[in-house]
């Protein structure tokens, strides 16, 4: 990976430098998802709870997380569609 590649930092840049006709590829997976790490601050409490999720389902943490969430979103976006019909 070049070192310019490496100065780009988040989804906006990604597609400012693609509009600018840069090549920005290898910030793809073969999934076609864009890729994009952020940190949050979680309570321990609720941490220690997503731990015990995950030694149960034998998981770690990030995938947990990843699913919870994709999860979370499908039933949102389900509830609007029923919404609107």
């Known amino acids: 990976m070049s070192s310019k590649s490496t100065e780009i930092k988040d989804i906006e840049e990604i597609a400012h430098q693609a509009h600018l ?3 920005v ?6 999934h076609f ?3 994009q790490q952020i940190n949050i601050t979680i309570p321990l409490e609720l941490l220690h ?6 030694q ?6 990030q995938d947990w997380i990843k699913v919870v969430c994709a999860e979370k979103i499908r039933e949102i976006q389900a509830s609007r569609i029923l919404k609107a019909v």
């Open 49 to 54: 709870s997503i731990d015990a999720e995950c």
């Open 21 to 23: 006709g840069a090549d």
């Open 56 to 61: 149960l389902l034998h998981i770690d943490r």
């Open 33 to 35: 998802q864009a890729k």
């Open 25 to 30: 590829s290898e910030h793809f997976t073969g």
